[in-house]
């Protein structure tokens, strides 16, 4: 084994092991049954997103005849073998769940997939009039001849094999087979629901086609039907630095992904070899790159079906999102965040009182300029509408959207638009770089002068996510910051280098540096005899250099804790090498998406919050920022956050140095609950108590302010 072997695990390897542990959840006879629905979904539309990006670029790559070596000493080729190896075991695990585990337990919670051979007379009347009125007259079959139809990515068909007798030479019929695509796609619904007493019947979109290919081929000898789906390589890159128009040059984008290369190919176990090598032959895809699949092509739709289904003992408790004891809904925001900085921890913290900060400023007479950047919104999005509202309000509303944020790139394109049809001045994104960070400045004149109001987050301005990611929101009124916030801002909107911050940190400057300098630090303090500890909170850990220094630091002896939900290349508890490195993973009904970090710093305790991960794209390629929490009340909560994940004896996983993942045994000083059940628990009780107070306390009325 060489040198990097030992040093670090693949990139992709570790990322679809995150995948499998998603997939345990599904497998856990612990979580109610719908729930276990959700993560067999999730697992599938994970692997949609891996194939389209991280394989569709490595066969980039490969085809190219790059042998480039990654951290792990594997070269592009080596490491498309492992991922299909990696990924047929994965694949055959989803579907001994479905199978074996959830399909038989449906009735459970009232859901019931209907074998044709059992329909009821009245259920077949009506998929016969289902199929007449909306299906047939939608759907068109695409005949396969010397022009090969454009499968749209991800979008189910089935392939129809029809014989047809053919006259050879000497008159004689011979049978021949050709072969017709039946693409559907958005517009008709997956899952169809058939009349039923008691229960939710229904059966597959696909099934209903297969059951009556005969009225599209009236008089031909179908022989077999299959579903497929093909999945293109979404790894496409515009050059910038030729792209004169960035809206015009992401609309082509988007239009090569529908026409890339197929990176993967789908289809129904039962269909035959020979219908399979037509479909490896017409759409290009080699043997490692078909994955058969014996149930449902594309799982995702399970998310649909879970959401049908009936009875509380089948889905988690509620916990909806809290007002937090900071702040009160009947008080301006502004009042609020002027008496003290809050922190939120969503999604146990409510995320209104971050889109009521962009409300409230859109009409406050006395809000002069909102500038924001937004990576990825909500559909409708009422953050986008607020900033809208304000420019057509008269304000100076600058809005730093990124273009390139991959996948939701038509969405960006329209926010884009309607914002600059409003009135706001809107910058698509730098040069070379993903602007990922999250910031919010509200500037508002006062009585004592111009006073700025400052958002920072983890995670994106989304109110539909922020439900269910874990992100931390730190709302301040520091001069400091608002001083580094609009330097910041002024930079990447003016193509200039920012100047030197008090309190932030950005990449692709300085962010790394102050990384850097923080592990460093913790080393000297050990080298001193004093205390030093380092303790994060990261989707992924990949960086090699990063990952050099936390190996140092371990060496010195530095104990360092790590919670990675997804990709982790350290490997710990290697003598010598990282024996004082615990690396941990929570998955749970909530994803886990806040990077934060605690260095002890001999006692002064350093904690952050930040948008970026301890990967090369976010360090080097983003334009990210890195906050401190100074603010103590703030700065004891996160570090009590932090804790917690490394307590929960339930739901953790401790990586091992062998790349597998174990359950961790309970102690005298675990949770007795998972951690994210902990975390909730202790944000409804600061809720209930804020709730006494505000009922019990006097508030005397006050005089309107004079205009």
Known sequence: MTDSETKFFNRELSWLEFNQRVLDEARDETIPLLERLKFLAITSTNLDEFFMVRVGGLQTLAARGSARRDAAGMTPKEQLVAISQRTHKLIHDQYECWLEELAPNLGEAGLCKVQREKLSPAQTKYLTQFFSEE???????????????????????????????????????TPENRYVFIPFGSVTRRIVTLPAEGQYSFVLLEELITMFAAEFFPGETIIECAPFRVTRNADLEIQEEEASDLLAEMHELLTARKESDCVRLEVDAQASDELV??????????????????????????????????????????????????????????????????????????????????????????????????????????????????????????????????????????????????????????????????????VRREPQGIQRYVHFGTGNYNEATARIYSDASLLTCDDEFGTDAMSFFNAITGHSQPQPFRHLA?????????????????????????????????????????????????????????????????????????????????????????????????????????????????????IELLVPVDDPACRDRLIDILECYFKDRIKARRLQPDGSWQKMRKSSSSLRVPAQEWLYDQTRQQFERAEIFRQTAFEPHRAPKSE
């Open 135 to 173: 299906v047939s007259s939608v759907v068109a079959p695409l005949a396969v001849q010397s022009q090969v139809p454009l499968l749209a990515n991800r979008s189910l068909c089935v392939c129809v094999r029809i014989e047809r007798p053919v006259e050879t030479e000497d008159g004689e019929p």
């Open 506 to 622: 950005a990449s692709p400057f300085g962010l790394r540096d102050r990384i850097r300098e923080m592990i460093e630090a913790e080393i000297q303090f050990k080298q001193q005899r004093q205390k030093a500890q380092i303790t994060a909170k990261l989707n992924s850990l990949v960086d090699p250099e990063i990952i050099e220094l936390l190996y140092k630091a371990s060496q010195t002896g530095v104990k360092i804790r790590l919670n990675i939900r997804g990709i982790c290349c350290l490997r710990p508890g290697i003598p010598g090498l990282s024996e004082n490195i615990e690396v941990v993973n929570i998955i749970d009904r909530f994803l886990e998406h806040t990077r934060m970090m605690h260095f002890l710093h001999g006692g002064d305790n350093h904690v952050l919050i930040s948008s970026a991960d301890w990967m090369p794209r976010n360090l080097d390629r983003r």
């Open 277 to 442: 090598s037509f479909l490896q032959k017409t759409l290009e895809v080699a043997d490692p790159d078909v994955y058969r699949c014996p149930g449902p092509v594309d799982l995702s739709c399970l998310m649909q079906l879970a959401d049908a289904g009936s009875g509380d003992e089948n889905r988690y408790e509620a916990w909806p999102p809290l007002q937090h004891s900071d702040v009160d809904p009947m008080e301006n925001i502004f009042e609020t965040i002027a008496r003290q900085d809050v922190l939120l921890y969503h999604p146990y913290d409510s995320f209104d009182p971050i889109v009521q900060l962009v409300k409230q400023a859109a009409d406050d007479p006395d809000v002069l300029a909102i500038k924001q950047t937004l990576y990825r919104t909500s559909r409708n999005s009422p953050v986008i509408s607020a900033l809208a509202r304000a420019a057509q309000n008269g304000k100076h509303v600058t809005v730093f959207i990124e273009l390139k944020a991959r996948f939701d790139e038509q969405r960006n394109i329209e926010g884009a638009r309607s914002l600059e049809r409003a009135g706001a001045q809107v910058f698509y994104g730098v040069k070379g770089l993903k602007t990922h960070a999250k910031i919010c400045i509200i």
